[in-house]
């Protein structure tokens, strides 16, 4: 069974660099969804595809991240000019986009800024 | 936005059900309700979903209010393994999923 996959699973960078997060959905799942977690908080939706095209974006995402999914398959969430408060989990979820769909999840890439 | 109000922790014996309780007062009458669980550095692991009529599957059962404003998830005996945090969220929402509720399964 192949889920949902994050790369890399850890990255810890020093503040002001630029990151790149990569997620590989499920083959036939046409969302994909990007969420940011931190400690002890539930996961806090930043944005989500369906196909190549990005439907909706949180009021989070600021214009430091941004996040593509060019042949509709993969996608990177790249954050530039990394902050101290950019430290968390990144997680990604793929559906299928037919009525309310359950989402499934990768354990998610988890960023840590020096 | 709708959101949803979730107990911060509770606490089950093992092989005992375990009801989960969850708020959504403000829910519009397309939103789905989901539930997911999320284990310690892993992603949510979806459990089950509803709109209007009680559910069940393999994991657990989902119990709807009839106006629809609060939902209740049931394991029906609680094991060492269902210890989680577990969150209800509403679709059409944003997927707005809140603080979650820590299950502490005791042996």
């Known amino acids: 069974d192949t889920g949902v996959s994050q790369n890399p699973r850890h990255k810890i960078t020093k503040r002001g660099q630029n990151v790149t997060f990569r997620c590989d959905p499920i083959s036939e799942h046409n969302r994909l969804y990007w969420y940011r977690q931190t400690l002890g908080q539930g996961p806090e939706f930043l944005t989500y595809?369906?196909?190549?095209?990005?439907?909706?974006k949180s009021r989070l995402l600021s214009d430091r991240f941004s996040a593509e999914r060019p042949k509709g398959s993969f996608s990177t969430l790249e954050i530039q000019r990394t902050e101290q408060g950019d430290s968390a989990m990144y997680l990604c979820a793929s559906s299928l986009a037919d009525g309310p769909q359950p989402q499934h999840f990768g354990d998610g890439t988890r960023l840590s800024i020096l | 936005d709708a959101k949803t109000t979730q107990p911060n922790s509770m606490e089950s014996n093992e092989e005992e059900p375990v009801h989960l309780p969850c708020n959504h007062s403000t829910i519009s009458g397309t939103d789905y309700i989901h539930w997911y669980r999320q284990l310690p550095s892993q992603g949510p692991e979806y459990v089950i979903h509803?709109?209007?009529s009680n559910v069940n599957n393999r994991m657990a059962s989902l119990a709807i209010a009839e106006d629809r404003k609060s939902s209740t998830l049931i394991l029906h005996r609680a094991t060492l393994r269902d210890a989680a945090v577990y969150y209800c969220i509403l679709i059409g929402n944003q997927f707005y999923f809140g603080t979650g509720t820590s299950l502490t399964v005791i042996p």
């Open positions: 509803g709109l209007t």
């Open positions: 595809f369906q196909n190549e095209a990005q439907l909706e």
